[in-house]
Structures are given as C-alpha cells and as structure tokens.
C-alpha cells in the first residue's frame, strides 16, 4: 500500500493561513508581552495579519488552479470577492474593537465584584479579543469557499466559537451581554445540530459530502426525494440562522444590543458575508437542480423576513435593537440574491453584502460615540436633537440610516436595484413587490430616527458624543465615504464583480 | 456648449462655495445664493434662445456612461415640454430668494444651510426635467425629496416636523413603485436586447398588455402622489402650510410639476396602450380633483392651506388636459404648468407676506387691507385673479385650452369641469373680500406695506402673468410641435369640431 502526501496547494490557501498564523502569534503575545505593550502590540500586529492577507487574496485573484487542500475549499472568482470583502470588513471593525473602552477589563470577574472593581481600577484593558477575531476572520474565510459539508461544518464551528465570547466582553451592562452570548451559544449549538442532521441526510441521499457529489446525485434524480428535502431543510435552518432569516432570527436582537458594540458590528457585517457566502455557493451549485423543491420555500422566508424585520423594527426604542432588525429586513433582501439563481443574482448579492457590510460597521461606529457619564447611550429618545450638537456625527449616521433605505445616491440603492432586478429576472416578481412595500415601510423608522436627531429639540441630560479616538474617526469617515462613493460611482466595482462572479464547480 | 451639464453644475458650485463660508456669514451666503440662481436662470435664457422650435427630437442631448453593467447612462436632453418647465424653475428660484431674503432666519438650523438645500435642489429639478435616461430620472426624483424634506423641517412653522414626514413617506412609497415598474423595465429590455434605460429604446419595446398596465400603474401613482391627484393628496395641504412661503412656492410651484411631467414624459411614451385603458379612470379622478380641491379651499381657513387646496384643483385640470389626448388639450396643460407655477408663486409669496406682518395664516384675522397696504393688497388680488383665471391673465389661456382639447373628445368631463371655474371665483373671492376690503379690522392698523426687495421680487411675476396673458404665443411656439408629435404617437387624431345643427 502505497501512501500519497495530499496537495494543499498552499498559496491558494495562504490569506487563511496568515490569518491563523496571527491569530496564533497573538495567544502569543497574550502570555509574553508585558501587559502595558499588549493593546499596541495586538492591534499592530492584528491589522497587519488582515493587511497581509487581504494583499495575499488580491495576488492569488486570477490564479490558474483552483481548488486547494484536495479539492474541500475552491478559489473561485466570488471566493476571491467574499474572501477581501470580509477581511476589508474586518479591518475597519477592528478599528473600532482597538478601542478597548468597550470592554470588560477581566472577562473572568464576575460582574460586580471585587476582583472586577479592582482590575478596572488598575487600568487593565483586554486584549485576548484581537486574537479572537482573528480565529473568527479565518473560519468566516473559510465557510464561503467550502465545498463539502465537513469543510463548511468545521468552518461554521470556527467563526461562531469566538463570536460566542465575544458576545459576553461588555464592560457596561455585564449581566445583559454575558445573558446575550450564552442566548447565542446555546441557539448556535442547536443550529449547529440541525445542520449535522441536514449533512447526514444529505450524506445518507447522495452517499458524498461534497457538493459536487451532492449537486451529480441531484441531477441523476435516483435517489429519495424526502431524504434530500429532509437534508435540504435541515442544512438551511443552519444557515437561515447564521443570517438570522425569521423564524430563526430570535437571537439577533438580543445579541445585537448584548455584545460589546465594536463587537455587533463586526458580527452583523462580516458574518453575513461569510454566512450568505456560504449560501450563495451551497445553492448555486449543489443544490441547483432541486430549485423547484427548496425555493418557493425560500421565496416565503425572504418575504416573511424582510416584512417582519421592518414591521418590527418600527416598534423599537433602542438603536442597537432597531439596527438589528434593520439587519433582518436586510438578510430577506439578501435571501431574494439567492433566489434568483442567476448571474445577476450572485453579483448582486456580492456588491449588495460588501456594501451593507461597509455601512453596518460605520453605523455601529457612530453608536459607540454617542455617550454620557456612565457609557454608550443607546436609548434613541436620548438621540434626540444630535443634529444640533454634533452635525456631523448626526449627518453621517442620517448617511448610513439613508444607506439602509435604499435611497438614490447612496450604496445601498445600488444593491437593493442590483438584487431586485436578478430576482425579477429569475421570475420571482412576488419577492420584488414585497421587497419594495417593506422598504417603504422601512423607511418610516430610519426616517424617524432622523426626525429625531435633527428635528427634536435636545433633552438636559448630557448625553454627548466623545471625541473620537482616530481609529474609530478613521473607520466612521472611510465607511461613509465608501458608504456615498458606491452610490455615485458603483461601475468600478461592478465591473470587477462582473469578470470575477462565476461559482467553480 | 455643454449647457444642460452646466446648468446642473452651477448650483452645485454655488452650494458648495456657500458651505465652505463661516457660519456667520449668513448675508454673504443669501447673496452667493442670489447671484447664482440668476445666472443659472440667465444662462437658461440664452440656451432656450438656442432651441429649434419646430424640431419634436430632443435638444442638446448630452450622453455618458455611468453605470456601465447595468447600461445606465448619465443621459440628458430637452424638448419644448421640458425646456419650459426648466425655464419655469430658474426664473422661479432667485425669485424665492429675494422674496423671501429672511425666512431663512428663524430656523433649527443656519442661514447657509437654508440655500446651500435650495441650490442643490434646484440642480436636481434641472436634472429631473432635463433626464432621458430613466435610471437617472428616478435617481432625481427620490434625491430631491431629501433637501424638501430638510427646508420643510428645518426652516418651517407650526407642525413642521410631522408635515416634513409626511411628505416624504407618502413621496417615498410613491417612489419604490415607480421603483419595481423601472426593475420591470429593465428587465424586459434585457430579454429583448441590451439592458437599457434609454427612453427611446425603452418605448419601442413589447410589453404584454397585462405587463404594461402593471408597469403603468407603479409609474402613475407615483406622479399622482407627486402632482398631487384626489385621492393621493392629503399630504400637500400640510406640507403647504408647514412650510416657509419660499420653500410652498418651490415645493407647489415647481416640484408637484415633475408629477404631471413625469405623466406626459413617462407614462404617455411608455406605455401607449395602458395609457389608453386607464384614460377614463383618470378623467374621472381628475374631475374629482378640480371640485374637490376647489371645495375644500372654498371651506379653508387658513390661506396656505386655500393656497394648497386650489392648486389640487388646478391640478386636475392639468392632468385632465393630458389624459384628453388632444393637441389643445396637450398644449393647454403644459402652459397650465407654467402659468400655475407664477400664479401660486404670487399667491404663496404675497401671501407669506401678510402672514409674517400680521403673525397669523387665519383669513379672518385680516380685514380691510387695501387701506392700509395698498400694494399688498393690490398684487394679492391680481394673484388671485390670475388663480381664477379671468381672462387677460395668463391661466385663462391654458385652462380655456384644455377645456376645449377635452371638450371635443370628453365633453361630459368637460362641462362639469367648467363648474371648477365658477368655485374658483368663490374660492379666491371670499378671501379677496375677507381680508383686503371692508373696514380694517383690529390688529391690521399697524401693517407696512411691501418694501423696494419685495417690489422688486413681485414685479416680474405679476409681469409674466399679464404679458403671458395676452400674449402666450411665445410659449404656446415651443410646446405646439411637442404636444401635436405626442399625441400623433399615441395614435389619436384630433376630432373635428362638428357644427351642431348642421
């Protein structure tokens, strides 16, 4: 018996590599650098890992293999695409987690203690979530370019594991975000089931993992058809979760406002790549040739979706909250990029992702500014008359609120369009004409939050916007003007999203 | 010369001059404002000069690549329709200005803000007006609510913020229709060619009956809303009365026209044959409209809300003149737009004037005004006048144009119309009667009378309505050729006025 080294082409694989390879170096850095060079030396060394990286996708982008570590992970066009998108994503959300005001000195204290008192009174900061994120960057960089369900299951495990915790680093409001992590752990966990018993079924119907195996058992149509829908079902609930579709949005919310705002905001925008990533891919190509069995099932999700998190959303007095089920309507827009199922479809859906990204984390950016004596205001009454205080600060967020709607001249109309009209052309006109009523009932809420903050007269209370750190005006400043350029000028990106989106099988 | 490019850019350098002022240079800002809105509308003047009036293509079409994958081109271009409303519009805007030189003062926000907003909305109304790319024609017209939305908010009276609101979420909801019917569009061009939003391409395309009536419909009643047409009108009277007296002017005067251009732009080119089956529904709204909103003004009490309530009238009878599809018809209700946009000018203005004097909108805290202040009272009369369309002023043309262009093809709808006037004469009389005649009643002895800024805003108004009154020829030259090409398109002829007994 003769044994073969397997071949891991290991330059397609090496924006994932540096990624691990920081991450690790950084546990490093946790148990020798002394304490006071530690958040100088993780954020240098973080952003560098993601700068490192994000030049290695763009070298391998037209790289004439493809698939690497023995055909389980694919560098196509949209992995190039989602690969820089999370990590130019993670790179702006990490400027804003460099600001360790937002988190708790010592995880481990509980909340209220003695130990904690102390350990915020000797001035600590928390460093171990720089490596964290970075665990989390590499396995959202590996979920979408997956291409069988072990691959794509180990992947899943190595994104949520450390959004888990980080979930619980709060510095404010302990209790509430400690709550909030082990809500989305414990629903993660029962995600993660739910998918292993999709992947079983779905082993157990095409007798392979791979998607290509899976996508060829379809195609041949010998199998059982309620195995495959069993499957089928089952592996989307896993990732309807990760986007957080209705119903299996219930966590968002509350993890939104729980988790360290820093933190939100890198959840909310690079999961979502990583997650409809995985989507775009697991559908356009494995299951591509079973459409008339999962999509008028996802055509309702979406609709349902997009409707409640804009119905809900309006009812909200917390803006972390109303972000999230801003986040919700958005992941039904998203789900109609999936339903398409056409080359516009996947287009729209990479520029749609990378720009909602971008304006997410310039949002959750403007949160962590607006403050008083005892931290983050998130009470949007207490928004109320920003315009006047800091014009700025309120015309920048009023941006991203417009950004979000949908309106002319901003990146996200361009998205909404580009999406819109793949799944109108990919014959679902239901999911145009419901996507369209909610976002005009969407726009009545990021209207109001507007009215508010420019048109309420201020309350007494200080609530007041810190001077930015310049990390955090850098990354508010570049969002917004990615935020606005993208809506004026889009061809660039368009076009190179054009040449790149076609899924390898 | 580039001129429509210009003209677009020229208050955009304006704004952006005046933002870059200290804050308390408000008085330099109002001048930059002043100074850039005339030569924008000077430069418009010499450009209409250039305009070959016989010709129906369009003129000075200027075309760039934009969006490339999606075939979206920054495309514009004028015909005699659109050339004057634009005209319309820039001779309006630095009339707003002067008129209103310190309503600008009493804002949330600073001086500057307030022209800095109406500079880059008067580049977008040009764009709008100017758009033959229908991509960017929506762009237009979803961005320029947002700097209505401020001015309202941001500089106007009583419940501004909710008037504010209002406006933009009746005019968004209006929008994303108008959204999904151009996703149509897009879509449909693809499968039959090149994705495009060339409006030329556009009309020749083949659209299922059914298709196109749904197309139709997302289109129409976003301009209704806009226009505003009975029953998608309540917002205006609010955002009317909210607002400052400049910013009703602009928002009445030249913005709700995009509705009824759009109508004749968009829905008429489009789709023919929808056009055609939802012609008598529209009649009938329209009829609504013109009795309705001359009710309603009949009963107002308050002179920005009558201001507003009038103009719903007015407004069905211009989109009674479009949807009779006759060249008078046509042509009346192009002029009507013009025509109105001096009229309400000179109601809002004037009467914005009395309002700031007196301190109070309510018709019956004013008596008597004539005495007191005979040049206000005087030029609020003859804005009146040209509101109710007496003959010798500039809207009797046009409304008498599309009462004959409807009355050959529709005269029911026509004569119960003409009931319109008749109300028209009770809806302005009793306030001409309440407020400027009879005995000064208290709290009016004080009042000043116009001063040499606002004679001089005034005078061209009043101006155009009696000079374009007796003489419409000029205007009349330049929408002639268009409104007999668009209804020769749809395929009508205009029905030959029979002599009755023989």
Same mark, same amino acid.
């Given at each position: 018996?003769? /044994?073969?080294?397997p071949?891991?082409s290991?330059q397609?694989l090496s924006?994932?590599?540096?990624v691990l390879?920081?991450?690790?170096?950084?546990v490093?850095?946790e148990a020798?650098?002394?304490? $006071?060079l530690?958040?100088i030396?993780?954020?240098s060394?973080?952003?560098?890992?993601?700068?490192?990286?994000l030049?290695?996708?763009?070298?391998?982008r037209?790289?004439?293999s493809?698939?690497a570590?023995?055909?389980?992970v694919?560098i196509?066009?949209p992995a190039?695409?989602?690969?820089?998108?999370i990590?130019?994503?993670?790179?702006?959300?990490?400027?804003?987690i460099?600001d360790?005001?937002n988190?708790?000195p010592v995880?481990?204290?509980?909340?209220?203690s003695?130990?904690?008192?102390?350990?915020?009174?000797?001035?600590?900061?928390?460093?171990?979530?720089?490596?964290l994120?970075?665990f989390a960057v590499s396995? %959202?960089?590996?979920?979408?370019i997956?291409?069988?369900?072990?691959?794509?299951?180990?992947a &899943?495990?190595m994104?949520s594991l450390?959004?888990?915790?980080?979930?619980?680093?709060?510095?404010?409001?302990?209790l509430l975000?400690?709550?909030?992590a082990?809500k989305?752990?414990?629903l993660?966990?029962?995600?993660?089931?739910?998918?292993?018993f999709?992947a079983a079924?779905?082993?157990?119907?095409?007798?392979?993992?791979?998607?290509?195996g *899976?996508?060829?058992a *379809?195609?041949?149509?010998?199998?059982?058809?309620?195995?495959l829908?069993?499957?089928?079902?089952?592996?989307?609930?896993g990732?309807?979760?990760k986007v957080?579709a209705?119903?299996f949005?219930?966590?968002s919310?509350d993890?939104?406002?729980g988790?360290p705002?820093?933190v939100?905001?890198f959840m909310a925008?690079?999961?979502?790549?990583?997650?409809f990533?995985?989507?775009l891919?697991?559908?356009y190509?494995?299951?591509?040739n079973?459409?008339?069995?999962?999509?008028?099932?996802?055509?309702?999700?979406?609709?349902i979706t997009?409707?409640?998190?804009s119905?809900?959303a309006?009812?909200?007095?917390?803006v972390?909250?109303?972000?999230a089920?801003s986040?919700?309507?958005?992941?039904?827009?998203?789900?109609?990029?999936?339903?398409?199922?056409? $080359?516009?479809?996947?287009?729209?859906?990479?520029?749609?992702?990378?720009?909602?990204?971008?304006?997410?984390?310039?949002?959750?950016?403007?949160v962590?500014?607006?403050?008083?004596s005892?931290g983050?205001?998130?009470d949007?009454?207490?928004?109320a008359?920003l315009g006047k205080?800091?014009?700025?600060?309120?015309t920048?967020?009023?941006?991203?609120?417009l950004?979000?709607?949908?309106?002319?001249l901003?990146?996200?109309f361009?998205?909404?369009?580009?999406? /819109? #009209?793949?799944?109108?052309?990919?014959g679902? $006109?239901?999911?145009?004409?419901?996507?369209?009523?909610?976002?005009a009932?969407?726009?009545f809420?990021y209207?109001r939050v507007?009215?508010?903050m420019f048109?309420?007269?201020?309350?007494?209370?200080?609530?007041?916007?810190?001077?930015p750190s310049?990390l955090?005006?850098a990354t508010?400043v570049?969002?917004?003007?990615?935020?606005i350029a993208?809506?004026?000028?889009?061809?660039p990106?368009?076009?190179?999203?054009?040449?790149?989106a076609?899924f390898i099988? | 010369?580039?001129y429509?490019?210009t003209?677009?850019?020229?208050?955009?350098l304006g704004?952006?001059?005046?933002?870059?002022?200290?804050?308390?240079?408000?008085l330099f800002a109002?001048y930059?404002?002043?100074?850039?809105?005339?030569?924008?509308?000077?430069?418009?003047?010499v450009?209409?000069?250039?305009?070959?009036?016989?010709?129906?293509?369009?003129q000075f079409?200027?075309?760039y690549?934009w969006?490339?994958s999606?075939?979206?081109?920054?495309?514009?271009g004028?015909?005699?329709?659109?050339?004057?409303?634009?005209? %319309?519009?820039?001779?309006l805007?630095p009339?707003?200005?002067l008129?209103?030189?310190n309503?600008?003062?009493? =804002?949330?926000w #600073?001086?500057?803000?307030?022209?800095?907003l109406?500079?880059i909305l008067?580049?977008?109304v040009?764009?709008?007006?100017?758009?033959?790319d229908v991509?960017?024609f929506?762009?237009?017209?979803?961005?320029?609510?947002?700097?209505?939305?401020?001015?309202?908010?941001?500089?106007?009276?009583?419940?501004?913020?909710?008037?504010?609101?209002k406006?933009?979420?009746?005019?968004?909801?209006?929008?994303?229709?108008?959204?999904?019917?151009i996703?149509?569009?897009?879509?449909?061009?693809g499968?039959?060619?090149?994705?495009?939003?060339d409006?030329?391409?556009l009309?020749?395309?083949?659209?299922?009956?059914?298709?196109?009536?749904?197309?139709?419909l997302?289109?129409?009643i976003?301009?209704a809303i806009?226009?505003?047409?009975?029953p998608?009108?309540?917002?205006?009277?609010?955002?009317?009365?909210? =607002?400052?007296?400049g910013?009703?002017?602009?928002?009445?005067g030249?913005?709700?026209?995009?509705?009824?251009?759009? %109508?004749?732009?968009?829905?008429?080119?489009?789709?023919?044959?929808?056009?055609?089956?939802f012609?008598?529904v529209?009649?009938?709204?329209s009829?609504?409209?013109?009795?309705y909103?001359?009710?309603?003004?009949?009963?107002?009490?308050?002179?920005?809300r009558?201001?507003?309530y009038?103009?719903?009238?007015?407004?069905g009878f211009?989109t009674?003149?479009?949807?009779?599809?006759?060249?008078?018809?046509h042509?009346g209700?192009?002029?009507y737009?013009?025509?109105?946009?001096?009229?309400?000018?000179?109601?809002?203005?004037?009467?914005?004037?009395?309002?700031?004097?007196?301190?109070?909108?309510?018709?019956?805290d004013?008596?008597?005004?004539?005495?007191i202040t005979p040049?206000?009272?005087?030029s609020?009369?003859?804005?009146?006048?040209?509101?109710l369309?007496?003959?010798?002023?500039?809207?009797?043309v046009?409304e008498?144009l599309?009462l004959? =262009?409807?009355?050959?093809r529709?005269?029911?709808?026509?004569?119960?119309?003409?009931f319109?006037?008749? &109300?028209?004469?009770?809806y302005?009389?009793?306030?001409?009667? $309440?407020?400027?005649?009879?005995?000064?009643?208290?709290g009016?002895?004080n009042l000043s009378?116009?001063n040499?800024?606002e004679k001089?805003?005034?005078?061209p108004? %009043?101006?155009?309505?009696?000079?374009?009154?007796?003489?419409?020829?000029?205007l009349l030259?330049?929408i002639n050729?268009?409104a007999?090409h668009?209804?020769?398109?749809?395929?009508?002829?205009?029905?030959?006025p029979t002599?009755? =007994?023989?």
């Amino acid at each position: 018996m003769t /044994f073969t080294a397997p071949v891991l082409s290991y330059q397609l694989l090496s924006p994932i590599l540096i990624v691990l390879g920081g991450a690790l170096i950084g546990v490093l850095v946790e148990a020798f650098v002394s304490r $006071k060079l530690r958040p100088i030396a993780q954020l240098s060394l973080t952003i560098g890992t993601l700068l490192l990286a994000l030049f290695q996708v763009f070298t391998i982008r037209n790289s004439q293999s493809t698939t690497a570590a023995m055909g389980s992970v694919v560098i196509d066009g949209p992995a190039v695409l989602m690969q820089a998108s999370i990590l130019v994503i993670s790179i702006l959300a990490a400027f804003l987690i460099a600001d360790t005001e937002n988190f708790v000195p010592v995880a481990a204290a509980v909340p209220g203690s003695e130990d904690e008192r102390r350990a915020i009174q000797s001035g600590q900061t928390l460093t171990e979530v720089f490596p964290l994120t970075l665990f989390a960057v590499s396995g %959202m960089m590996i979920f979408p370019i997956a291409t069988d369900l072990i691959t794509l299951f180990v992947a &899943l495990e190595m994104l949520s594991l450390p959004l888990y915790l980080m979930a619980g680093l709060s510095r404010r409001r302990r209790l509430l975000s400690q709550e909030s992590a082990l809500k989305y752990f414990l629903l993660g966990a029962f995600s993660s089931a739910f998918f292993l018993f999709g992947a079983a079924y779905l082993y157990g119907y095409s007798g392979s993992v791979s998607f290509e195996g *899976i996508r060829i058992a *379809i195609a041949g149509g010998s199998g059982n058809d309620i195995i495959l829908l069993i499957g089928i079902a089952f592996l989307s609930v896993g990732l309807l979760f990760k986007v957080g579709a209705v119903p299996f949005h219930a966590w968002s919310p509350d993890v939104y406002q729980g988790a360290p705002t820093p933190v939100t905001a890198f959840m909310a925008a690079a999961t979502k790549v990583a997650a409809f990533g995985a989507m775009l891919r697991i559908f356009y190509t494995a299951f591509a040739n079973a459409q008339w069995q999962w999509r008028p099932l996802l055509i309702v999700i979406s609709i349902i979706t997009m409707l409640f998190g804009s119905l809900v959303a309006i009812a909200q007095r917390d803006v972390k909250r109303m972000l999230a089920y801003s986040s919700i309507a958005h992941a039904g827009f998203l789900l109609a990029g999936v339903i398409a199922l056409n $080359k516009a479809g996947l287009e729209g859906s990479i520029f749609y992702l990378f720009a909602y990204g971008v304006a997410t984390v310039g949002a959750f950016g403007v949160v962590t500014l607006v403050r008083d004596s005892t931290g983050e205001v998130t009470d949007l009454n207490r928004w109320a008359g920003l315009g006047k205080r800091s014009p700025w600060v309120a015309t920048i967020f009023a941006g991203f609120l417009l950004a979000f709607a949908g309106i002319p001249l901003t990146s996200g109309f361009i998205g909404k369009f580009a999406i /819109f #009209s793949a799944a109108y052309e990919g014959g679902s $006109k239901s999911i145009v004409i419901a996507g369209v009523l909610s976002s005009a009932i969407a726009a009545f809420f990021y209207i109001r939050v507007i009215v508010l903050m420019f048109f309420t007269d201020p309350q007494e209370d200080g609530t007041s916007v810190v001077i930015p750190s310049i990390l955090t005006r850098a990354t508010v400043v570049i969002c917004f003007v990615v935020t606005i350029a993208l809506g004026v000028f889009p061809s660039p990106l368009l076009d190179s999203i054009k040449t790149l989106a076609i899924f390898i099988r | 010369m580039n001129y429509l490019t210009t003209l677009m850019l020229l208050p955009i350098l304006g704004a952006v001059l005046i933002a870059l002022l200290p804050k308390s240079q408000g008085l330099f800002a109002k001048y930059a404002a002043l100074v850039t809105t005339i030569l924008v509308a000077v430069l418009t003047v010499v450009m209409a000069r250039e305009f070959i009036r016989d010709s129906t293509d369009l003129q000075f079409v200027e075309s760039y690549d934009w969006i490339k994958s999606f075939g979206i081109k920054f495309a514009v271009g004028i015909d005699g329709i659109a050339l004057v409303l634009i005209l %319309m519009s820039v001779i309006l805007t630095p009339i707003v200005i002067l008129a209103g030189w310190n309503e600008s003062e009493g =804002g949330r926000w #600073s001086v500057k803000t307030f022209y800095i907003l109406i500079l880059i909305l008067e580049a977008m109304v040009i764009g709008v007006f100017a758009a033959s790319d229908v991509f960017l024609f929506y762009v237009f017209f979803e961005a320029m609510l947002i700097p209505v939305y401020f001015l309202i908010g941001g500089y106007g009276s009583g419940a501004r913020t909710a008037a504010a609101v209002k406006f933009l979420i009746y005019s968004l909801f209006g929008g994303l229709l108008m959204l999904a019917s151009i996703i149509g569009l897009y879509v449909i061009s693809g499968q039959q060619g090149d994705h495009t939003f060339d409006l030329q391409t556009l009309s020749t395309l083949q659209i299922s009956s059914t298709t196109q009536n749904l197309l139709f419909l997302g289109f129409f009643i976003a301009f209704a809303i806009k226009a505003p047409l009975f029953p998608f009108h309540t917002w205006l009277p609010d955002a009317a009365a909210a =607002g400052t007296p400049g910013t009703s002017v602009l928002l009445l005067g030249i913005l709700d026209k995009v509705g009824t251009f759009g %109508m004749i732009r968009y829905c008429l080119t489009l789709f023919p044959d929808a056009t055609k089956t939802f012609t008598p529904v529209i009649i009938v709204f329209s009829v609504i409209s013109i009795l309705y909103g001359a009710f309603l003004a009949i009963g107002a009490r308050d002179i920005k809300r009558l201001i507003a309530y009038t103009s719903i009238s007015h407004f069905g009878f211009i989109t009674l003149g479009i949807f009779a599809m006759t060249t008078q018809g046509h042509s009346g209700a192009t002029l009507y737009m013009f025509n109105h946009g001096f009229s309400t000018a000179a109601l809002f203005l004037v009467a914005g004037w009395m309002i700031s004097r007196r301190g109070s909108s309510t018709i019956s805290d004013f008596g008597g005004l004539q005495r007191i202040t005979p040049v206000m009272a005087w030029s609020f009369f003859l804005a009146g006048m040209s509101s109710l369309a007496l003959p010798g002023l500039s809207s009797f043309v046009s409304e008498f144009l599309v009462l004959v =262009g409807t009355y050959t093809r529709y005269p029911a709808a026509a004569i119960i119309a003409t009931f319109g006037i008749v &109300l028209a004469a009770l809806y302005i009389l009793i306030p001409v009667q $309440k407020a400027l005649h009879g005995p000064t009643s208290p709290g009016n002895e004080n009042l000043s009378d116009l001063n040499l800024r606002e004679k001089i805003a005034i005078a061209p108004v %009043m101006a155009a309505i009696v000079f374009l009154g007796f003489y419409p020829a000029p205007l009349l030259n330049v929408i002639n050729p268009i409104a007999q090409h668009t209804i020769a398109q749809l395929g009508f002829t205009d029905p030959v006025p029979t002599n009755g =007994g023989k």
